[in-house]
């Protein structure tokens, strides 16, 4: 059975770093690619990016390039999502997918909490 | 403002059927294959519809897709309380900064 766990609930201040995660199982990590996907409070979905993490290959959204690091450790079936300086704006809930293509599997999302 | 168009709201009564479109371009919906996702309130996305009109194994046949040119379309019959959620739709842009691209989403309510 395909999972994807994703790490918990976040708060964090203006101007913190943060990294959450996605562990994926019951399907080969490394041959798929797994995309991030934000949910703004009350809003639609946007794709981010998206990594295949058998050689790292990224690919990020011109709205998100910069502004986070996609990675994944393919030893461990995880991928990841990391800000260095959380904005008030980044407030959402992420979700991490796998991209079959489409997205046929989602983590649960975690959800991030920037305030001061 | 999404590259996918959709209507932000859809409503019908229970057994009655309700049709959500997906307006795109020629570098995106014109294409490619478009899916379709139900989020549940409080949930993730789950995908609904994938290749344009093709159902992941547990969907029932309630739910079917179509697409023609640049436009896609769900159709959900015989409609039960517990189909009340978002909808989007999605597919591949093949533009300069290609990419996965969402609609805005419908909220779908059963009256």
């Known amino acids: 059975e395909v999972q994807l766990m994703q790490s918990g609930a976040e708060v964090k201040k203006p101007g913190e770093s943060l990294k959450i995660s996605c562990k994926a199982s019951?399907?080969?990590?490394?041959?798929?690619?797994i995309g991030w996907v934000r949910q703004m409070p009350g809003k639609g979905l946007e794709w981010m990016g998206i990594?295949?993490?058998?050689?790292?290959?990224?690919t990020y959204s011109p709205s998100f390039q910069g502004q986070v690091t996609i990675s994944a450790d393919k030893s461990i079936n995880t991928a990841y999502l990391q800000w260095s300086s959380l904005k008030a704006s980044d407030t959402a809930m992420y979700y991490c997918?796998?991209?079959?293509?489409?997205?046929?599997?989602w983590g649960q999302g975690t959800l991030v909490t920037v305030s001061s | 403002q999404s590259v996918l168009t959709q209507p932000p709201s859809v409503s019908a009564a229970p057994g009655q059927k309700v049709t959500i479109s997906c307006s795109g371009s020629?570098?995106?919906?014109?294409?490619?294959?478009v899916s379709w996702y139900q989020q549940l309130p409080g949930t993730a996305p789950k995908l609904l519809i994938y290749?344009?009109?093709k159902r992941p194994s547990g969907i029932p046949d309630r739910f079917s897709g179509s697409k023609s040119g640049t436009s896609a379309t769900l159709d959900i019959t015989g409609l039960q309380t517990g189909d009340e959620a978002d909808y989007y739709c999605?597919?591949?842009?093949?533009?300069?900064?290609?990419?996965?691209?969402f609609g805005g989403g419908t909220k779908l309510t059963v009256l």
């Open positions: 997918a796998r991209l079959l293509p489409p997205f046929d599997f």
């Open positions: 019951g399907y080969s990590f490394s041959s798929y690619w």
């Open positions: 990594i295949y993490p058998g050689d790292s290959d990224i």
């Open positions: 020629s570098s995106d919906i014109g294409n490619n294959f």
């Open positions: 290749g344009n009109n």
């Open positions: 999605g597919t591949w842009d093949s533009s300069l900064s290609a990419g996965r691209v």
